[in-house]
């Protein structure tokens, strides 16, 4: 007897690394408005989806605001959680993004495996 495969769902992850240095101060309002723009258009997508938020500045060139969270959950920014600050290392925050986002979908990949690769359809 063949087993029915269950129905596959749209998934999808978004990583933003978001610059919060002080040269973004002059564009605050705008960062906020584009992010927020983006994080309505995404939440009224079909499909799951999850997000993660890095912002950056040289006293915290990597702090995770949200970590592959469901995408509805995400809050709006605001004056209080993004407040530009500091100098800028960007290319270590993209550089450590990049391995982040590498392990955590390797970990996904381990915890989806069926225990039993044996092939058959039994």
Known sequence: MKKDKPEKTDKTHISIIL???GSMESIMGDTIGVFNAFLKEQKAQPGEATLTLVQFDSQDPYEVIHRMKPIKEIPELDGRTYVPRASTPLLDAIGRGIN???KQLSDIK????P??????NH
Not at 110 to 113: A, E, F, S
Not at 115 to 120: I, L, V
């Open 19 to 21: 610059d919060r240095t």
């Open 100 to 102: 982040d986002l590498g």
């Open 110 to 113: 381990k915890k989806d495996r």
């Open 115 to 120: 225990e039993n690769c044996s092939g058959s």
